[in-house]
């Protein structure tokens, strides 16, 4: 067998005249794990060209791509090989300094051109040095470009028609995006921190996000994008960039669409529907094809994969981490896109379909943790929703508006509500974006338990259920569990967040992996009663992978205000939140609590 290898390996290179012997697949050990890939594909190539130029999209936009193939002496290797590709911004710019910055190397793709790749990267239209104009955000006219883009890619003479797509936050929409397409060639997908449905990732409880109105790009921001090889004055560049000016300001539209079937005249269509994932669904079933979604604990997207994988009858992968929007420190996601690629457009035998489909971290306060299995997610068979009630009483370790008990035992008798007035002066020190916001404890509700007396891991989905009245028609709440450390130290676990007058359940039309889901259409918004009549509020918290250690105390933290939303509408005077917390009226949250 090893005698095989080498022999196949000795035919490859007469036939690609590459002048230096690469390795040999069998001579170091192999390996196949999340994260890790060596001994399955020979390195067959020590270099690599990079090109550039238009290609047409089928209305006649030229869309500018960059190509990064396998070389021999500067040249490139004439034989067909898979293409793995991403649907950029801007796949090259150039620094006031002048330095210039290609995304096949800041994204350490250009190196699966040693493995018999090709790599190509894709400004979409109304972007980097692409013609055309960005209408929407993620339109179905873009999922119309990657399927000419994967066509045109496909009939090269480099290529073999096997494609493979690729790309994280913006470039992981388009990905999935390109999902809904429906190209035969189209054979694995890797995508990282997407949004399954544009409402629920940006809009989350009816709250818009203070991240994702972008790109925003001056005209000289635009024109550092890289020309193409041809346009040798720029001069397609400065035509193309005059074209973007066009682009919608998704700023605009997104503050245009209040709830899910909000229409915007301006983009002609629901945005939130049309340009979400889920919206397709059915096409991406048909497809079959496979997914690997990866994201991290630190990320406002991380529910958003876990609901996709859930939903879709597609092969699937999941991986989450410690990490924050599109971050993977000290796990080689290259690697993990190498082997992934490998099994679905080469036909390696390397097993990473044969693992667990879901591979995540669990944290520990300190910054450790441990790496972990699953069949399925939520993991059912281990984790166990506890629930713990708000209770009055003071517990001296924050000085909050009340200081409240957290406890597993259901509050006795008529009287028990706590009254707070939203503070809005809610700041942290630096400017925040898809990452957790700082603790606000002092400005907000809390009720915290005693020491843990052993370590508690929590894994899932937290659900809150408050019973709560408003002085105003409308407003937000957000709710935080935190570890406590006994020096008084907070760390933000997870949080949830919710307008109020969108706060009735509907069932959802994708598995939401049993948290409750606010469908928000207009006409399910809905005022809060006057006269301090109680109403139900439950929302759900992002998922979590934690542990927290004995001695340490949970707490939650009730407010009405966030550094992290977008054009907060305050209301003057502040409006009174009453929280109950009585026997016949319990506010509570339940706890995916490990067993």
Same mark, same amino acid.
């Given at each position: 067998?090893?005698?095989?290898?080498?022999?196949?390996?000795?035919?490859?290179?007469?036939?690609?005249?590459?002048?230096?012997?690469?390795?040999?697949?069998?001579?170091?050990?192999?390996?196949?794990?999340?994260?890790?890939?060596?001994?399955?594909?020979?390195?067959?190539?020590?270099?690599?060209?990079?090109?550039?130029?238009?290609?047409?999209?089928?209305?006649?936009?030229?869309?500018?791509?960059?190509?990064?193939?396998?070389?021999?002496?500067?040249?490139?290797?004439?034989?067909?090989?898979?293409?793995?590709?991403?649907?950029?911004?801007?796949?090259?710019?150039?620094?006031?300094?002048?330095?210039?910055?290609?995304?096949?190397?800041?994204?350490?793709?250009?190196?699966?051109?040693?493995?018999?790749?090709?790599?190509?990267?894709?400004?979409?239209?109304?972007?980097?040095?692409?013609?055309?104009?960005?209408?929407?955000?993620?339109?179905?006219?873009?999922?119309?470009?990657?399927?000419?883009?994967?066509?045109?890619?496909?009939?090269?003479?480099?290529?073999?028609?096997?494609?493979?797509?690729?790309?994280?936050?913006?470039?992981?929409?388009?990905?999935?995006?390109?999902?809904?397409?429906?190209?035969?060639?189209?054979?694995?997908?890797?995508?990282?921190?997407?949004?399954?449905?544009?409402?629920?990732?940006?809009?989350?409880?009816?709250?818009?996000?203070?991240?994702?109105?972008?790109?925003?790009?001056?005209?000289?921001?635009?024109?550092?994008?890289?020309?193409?090889?041809?346009?040798?004055?720029?001069?397609?560049?400065?035509?193309?960039?005059?074209?973007?000016?066009?682009?919608?300001?998704?700023?605009?539209?997104?503050?245009?669409?209040?709830?899910?079937?909000?229409?915007?005249?301006?983009?002609? *269509?629901?945005?939130?529907?049309?340009?979400?994932?889920?919206?397709?669904?059915?096409?991406?079933?048909?497809?079959?094809?496979?997914?690997?979604?990866?994201?991290?604990?630190?990320?406002?997207?991380?529910?958003?994969?876990?609901?996709?994988?859930? *939903?879709?009858?597609?092969?699937?992968?999941?991986?989450?981490?410690?990490?924050?929007?599109?971050?993977?420190?000290?796990?080689?996601?290259?690697?993990?896109?190498?082997?992934?690629?490998?099994?679905?457009?080469?036909?390696?035998?390397?097993?990473?379909?044969?693992?667990?489909?879901?591979?995540?971290?669990?944290?520990?306060?300190?910054?450790?943790?441990?790496?972990?299995?699953?069949?399925?997610?939520?993991?059912?068979?281990?984790?166990?929703?506890?629930?713990?009630?708000?209770?009055?009483?003071?517990?001296?370790?924050?000085?909050?508006?009340?200081?409240?008990?957290?406890?597993?035992?259901?509050?006795?008798?008529?009287?028990?509500?706590?009254?707070?007035?939203?503070?809005?002066?809610?700041?942290?020190?630096?400017?925040?974006?898809?990452?957790?916001?700082?603790?606000?404890?002092?400005?907000?509700?809390?009720? *915290?338990?005693?020491?843990?007396?052993?370590?508690?891991?929590?894994?899932?989905?937290?659900?809150?259920?408050?019973?709560?009245?408003?002085?105003?028609?409308?407003?937000?709440?957000?709710?935080?569990?935190?570890?406590?450390?006994?020096?008084?130290?907070?760390?933000?676990?997870?949080?949830?967040?919710?307008?109020?007058?969108?706060?009735?359940?509907?069932?959802?039309?994708?598995?939401?992996?049993?948290?409750?889901?606010?469908?928000?259409?207009?006409?399910?918004?809905?005022?809060?009663?006057?006269?301090?009549? *109680?109403?139900?509020?439950?929302?759900?918290?992002?998922?979590?992978?934690?542990?927290?250690?004995?001695?340490?105390?949970?707490?939650?933290?009730?407010?009405?205000?966030?550094?992290?939303?977008?054009?907060?509408?305050?209301?003057?005077?502040?409006?009174?939140?009453?929280?109950?917390?009585?026997?016949?009226?319990?506010?509570?949250?339940?706890?995916?609590?490990?067993?």
């Amino acid at each position: 067998m090893k005698l095989k290898r080498i022999l196949i390996t000795l035919l490859v290179l007469l036939m690609t005249g590459t002048a230096t012997a690469p390795a040999v697949a069998g001579t170091e050990p192999r390996v196949s794990r999340p994260g890790e890939y060596a001994g399955y594909s020979p390195v067959l190539y020590d270099e690599w060209v990079r090109t550039s130029q238009y290609l047409p999209a089928r209305d006649g936009t030229r869309l500018a791509v960059d190509l990064y193939r396998p070389a021999v002496d500067g040249k490139p290797v004439q034989r067909p090989f898979p293409v793995v590709w991403e649907h950029q911004l801007s796949r090259a710019s150039r620094a006031d300094d002048g330095s210039v910055s290609l995304r096949g190397i800041t994204s350490g793709m250009a190196e699966l051109t040693k493995y018999g790749y090709v790599v190509a990267f894709v400004d979409r239209r109304g972007n980097g040095a692409s013609f055309g104009t960005m209408t929407g955000y993620h339109s179905r006219q873009e999922s119309q470009d990657a399927y000419d883009v994967m066509d045109w890619l496909a009939e090269q003479s480099w290529s073999d028609g096997q494609i493979g797509v690729f790309g994280c936050s913006n470039t992981g929409d388009a990905a999935m995006q390109a999902a809904t397409a429906g190209s035969p060639h189209l054979k694995a997908v890797f995508a990282g921190n997407y949004s399954f449905h544009k409402y629920d990732a940006f809009n989350r409880g009816g709250i818009r996000a203070n991240w994702g109105a972008g790109p925003t790009r001056t005209r000289e921001e635009d024109l550092r994008n890289l020309p193409v090889d041809a346009d040798f004055d720029g001069e397609l560049l400065k035509q193309a960039v005059e074209q973007h000016r066009a682009n919608t300001s998704l700023r605009d539209m997104w503050k245009a669409a209040p709830f899910r079937d909000s229409h915007v005249d301006a983009v002609g *269509t629901d945005p939130w529907n049309e340009y979400s994932v889920a919206t397709y669904r059915d096409a991406i079933e048909r497809s079959g094809v496979p997914i690997y979604s990866f994201d991290g604990w630190d990320d406002d997207f991380r529910k958003e994969t876990l609901v996709s994988a859930a *939903t879709l009858s597609n092969p699937s992968k999941v991986l989450i981490g410690p990490w924050h929007h599109c971050e993977y420190d000290g796990f080689d996601i290259v690697a993990e896109r190498h082997r992934f690629f490998d099994h679905w457009l080469k036909g390696v035998d390397n097993g990473v379909m044969e693992e667990p489909p879901v591979h995540y971290y669990t944290g520990v306060a300190g910054g450790s943790g441990t790496w972990r299995d699953a069949e399925r997610w939520p993991v059912d068979s281990r984790a166990k929703g506890t629930r713990y009630y708000l209770g009055g009483g003071a517990t001296g370790t924050v000085e909050s508006v009340n200081d409240g008990t957290l406890t597993g035992t259901r509050p006795r008798g008529h009287g028990g509500a706590d009254d707070y007035t939203v503070d809005y002066s809610v700041s942290c020190p630096e400017p925040l974006d898809q990452e957790q916001t700082c603790p606000q404890d002092e400005k907000g509700l809390t009720y *915290t338990t005693a020491p843990l007396d052993k370590d508690t891991e929590l894994t899932g989905h937290p659900v809150v259920s408050l019973r709560m009245s408003s002085s105003a028609p409308d407003g937000n709440v957000f709710v935080y569990l935190s570890d406590v450390a006994p020096d008084g130290t907070v760390r933000i676990l997870t949080d949830g967040r919710l307008r109020l007058a969108l706060r009735s359940t509907q069932h959802a039309p994708y598995a939401v992996l049993g948290t409750p889901w606010h469908r928000s259409d207009e006409r399910d918004a809905a005022p809060m009663p006057t006269y301090g009549r *109680t109403q139900r509020v439950d929302l759900d918290m992002l998922p979590l992978s934690s542990v927290v250690p004995a001695g340490h105390r949970l707490r939650v933290t009730v407010t009405g205000a966030d550094v992290r939303e977008s054009a907060r509408a305050e209301t003057r005077p502040a409006p009174v939140y009453t929280v109950r917390r009585t026997s016949a009226q319990p506010s509570s949250i339940t706890l995916p609590v490990v067993r």
